[in-house]
């Protein structure tokens, strides 16, 4: 059990950078997509409405969430091939 835990760490690491960095890229090209070519807006942005401010926010998190778990399921599933464990 010490192994897969051990195995997963540097792995959950990496595929959590390389994860985040994916999820940031995802939500740019989304949020372009949706609206048409404008850059999602940042939360001290006083020109942006607060419903855009906080539509960009709920859409961020969304895909982050989606993507962290995406990466940590698939990453779990490959030191179980490796180790013959499930991480804890």
Do not use: C, N
């Amino acid at each position: 059990m010490k192994a897969a835990a051990l195995a997963y760490k540097p792995v959950g690491l990496l595929l959590g950078v390389a994860g985040g960095a994916a999820a940031g890229a995802l939500f740019r090209q989304s949020w372009k997509l949706v609206t048409h070519g404008d850059d999602a807006p940042e939360a001290t942005d006083k020109d942006r409405a607060w419903r855009e401010i906080l539509l960009a926010a709920a859409v961020q998190g969304a895909i982050f969430a989606v993507v962290k778990a995406t990466v940590a399921r698939g990453g779990a599933h490959v030191v179980e091939r490796v180790t013959g464990r499930w991480p804890q």
